[in-house]
């Protein structure tokens, strides 16, 4: 029986150490990005993206905890404003500052996740215009510690996020569209 156990325990040893290996090939950033276009001007849709107390109309974040707490900062809209949310194990916690505005072109925000990972990301939000409509692009990137690089190992990001992005820019697609 010690043997069993002693055979299981360098299996477990050697499967965890390849784990980790194949982590350290995973790269040093990520980017997750999905585009969308919208019958609609840039002017049109720009509004409830650069205007976080807007959010809860597209953002697929935003229905996954009624109880979630928010909190609204800085400037109103555009360039400086903030916000901060605490929720459930869905939604986890976390803050925004949008760092540059560029009406009605790109917006980049800071996005900082206190829980259930840390993480420091940038989110981007591009609206290019494309005879009547606009191209929408919704990015976020940003470095990749070596938890992240574990997680890859199992989950695959892209996918994972790129749902919710997709999500959301079809909830604005809808909204701007009416």
């Known amino acids: 029986m010690l043997k069993g156990v002693a055979i299981f325990a360098v ?11 194949f982590a350290l090939s995973k790269p040093d950033t990520f980017r997750v990005e999905r585009s969308l276009a919208v019958k609609a001007p840039a002017e049109a849709i720009y ?10 109309g597209w953002s697929p974040y935003e229905g996954r905890d ?8 800085g400037t ?8 901060a949310w605490d929720g459930n194990s869905n939604v986890g916690a976390g803050h925004m500052e949008i760092l540059k505005a560029n009406t009605p072109s790109k917006l980049r925000i800071k996005l900082d996740f206190e829980r259930p990972f840390e993480g420091h990301n940038t989110a981007e939000f591009t609206f290019v215009p ?14 990749a510690p070596f938890m992240s690089k ?7 990001m ?5 749902k919710d992005f997709e999500a959301g820019l079809a909830s604005l697609k809808k909204l701007t569209e009416k």
Do not use: C, E
Not at 47 to 56: E, I, K, Q, S
Not at 66 to 73: I, V
């Open 11 to 21: 299996v477990l040893a050697v499967g965890i150490a390849g784990v980790l290996v």
């Open 47 to 56: 509004p409830l993206v650069a205007d976080f107390h807007r959010w809860t």
């Open 66 to 73: 009624p109880g979630m707490k928010r909190t609204f900062g």
């Open 76 to 83: 109103a809209v555009g360039k400086g404003a903030t916000y």
């Open 130 to 143: 494309q005879g009547d409509a606009t191209l929408v692009t919704w990015a976020m990137y940003g470095p």
């Open 150 to 156: 574990v997680m890859q190992v199992f989950l695959n």
């Open 158 to 162: 892209d996918s994972m996020i790129g």
